[in-house]
């Protein structure tokens, strides 16, 4: 497991995992749980299995940044008069023309090391 997942166990429930088993994902320490080829106490199980679920919540497929709800046509126009003025916006930030600056700049780098 990774260190940020180690640090959702306390030292007590850690002490059940030998340590080769510390190197495994968390999906195998689940399966080798429920296979019993080894042994975890029900409340390291259950952090496992939040650990789990938890990653799966921030999946890309399970993410909910772009999903809307339209239940009508003026659902819909606020949602493109919101794209609308943020395109504006950057325009007339002049945007376009800073990223095209960036990229010449790093193009010429690139293009000009040792």
Do not use: W
């Not at 990653?55 to 497929?61: G, I, V």
């Not at 009508?72 to 376009?96: P, Q």
């Not at 990223?99 to 780098?109: F, G």
């Amino acid at each position: 497991m990774r260190h940020s997942e180690l640090k959702n166990f306390t030292h007590k429930q850690l002490s059940a995992f030998k340590n080769q088993e510390l190197s495994l994902d968390k999906y195998e320490l689940i399966a080798k749980a429920e296979n019993a080829s080894i042994e975890l106490p029900d409340d390291v199980k259950n952090k496992l299995y939040e650990l789990c679920t938890e990653l799966k919540k921030q999946s890309p497929e399970n993410s909910k940044i772009f999903s809307v709800n339209l239940k009508a046509v003026g659902d819909l126009a606020k949602i493109l008069s919101c794209l609308i003025t943020t395109v504006k916006n950057l325009n007339d930030l002049e945007f376009d023309i800073l990223l095209k600056e960036c990229l010449d700049h790093i193009i010429y780098v690139l293009n000009n090391r040792p």
